[in-house]
């Protein structure tokens, strides 16, 4: 069965602390990993999708790494806007498995000013 | 605004009841997926639909089911409703049932249920 665990569950930065979220994984057979961010009572907002270990992807402040066993988001100098729940899903090879995504139970960030 | 809607944005209903709860995909995408965010489990896939048909199935209780009609849009019913029913429901899209290229599932807004 394919897990997904993030740490740590909640995080709080002063703004302009860089800090990293982790997402560690087990799947069989990864096809892509995803971040998204989801703010209260909002849907989650796609951020990033990664797909072979080494890769990594850029936006902004924010920056998201893929090993074999895990993920990271670098955070650097965040502002309070960035404030958020940053949610890890993985997504198994498989046509059993369709396109579904297995989430972590996310990391609430605040950054406070 | 990701381009997926879902309606309605709030239902309020009681123990027993059945209730149905609609999305509309982004245009062009083909799947539609629905998940449940509780507080205490997270977001958990519920079904997708690739094109009117069922392509994958998650921990889906036999009390709920859903559809997808011709023009795309879905509709996902709950039954017999219990107080644990209520949570977030969610809907994505994305173009593909599955493949290895780029993927992405774009997220509505959400429902919530509250059953009482």
């Known amino acids: 069965e394919d897990q997904v665990t993030q740490s740590p569950e909640a995080l709080r930065l002063q703004e302009g602390e860089s800090s990293s979220l982790n997402c560690s994984y087990t799947v069989s057979g990864l096809r892509g990993l995803f971040w998204y961010r989801q703010d209260p009572g909002k849907g989650p907002e796609f951020l990033f999708t990664?797909?072979?270990a080494g890769e990594e992807k850029e936006k902004e402040r924010l920056k998201a790494t893929l090993t074999k066993k895990e993920s990271f988001l670098h955070i650097t100098a965040p502002k309070p806007e960035d404030s958020a729940t940053y949610l890890c899903?993985?997504?198994?090879?498989?046509?059993?498995?369709?396109?579904?995504?297995?989430f972590g139970e996310g990391t609430q960030l605040t950054v406070n000013p | 605004d990701s381009g997926v809607t879902q309606t309605p944005k709030h239902l309020i209903t009681a123990t027993g009841q059945r209730v149905t709860l609609r999305c509309s995909p982004r245009s062009g995408d083909l799947s539609v997926y629905w998940y449940q965010q509780s507080l205490d489990q997270g977001l958990q896939f519920l079904i997708q639909?690739?094109?009117?048909?069922?392509?994958a199935k998650g921990n889906i209780l036999e009390r709920f089911s859903a559809q997808q009609f011709p023009d795309l849009h879905s509709e996902l019913n709950l039954s017999s409703l219990e107080l644990g029913d209520s949570a977030l429901y969610f809907c994505?899209?994305?173009?593909?049932?599955?493949?290895?290229?780029?993927?992405?599932?774009?997220f509505g807004a959400g429902t919530r249920l509250s059953v009482l």
């Open positions: 994505a899209s994305s173009q593909y049932p599955y493949r290895e290229v780029k993927n992405i599932q774009y």
């Open positions: 990664l797909y072979s």
């Open positions: 899903a993985v997504q198994a090879r498989g046509e059993t498995s369709g396109s579904r995504l297995t």
């Open positions: 639909y690739y094109n009117g048909e069922e392509r």
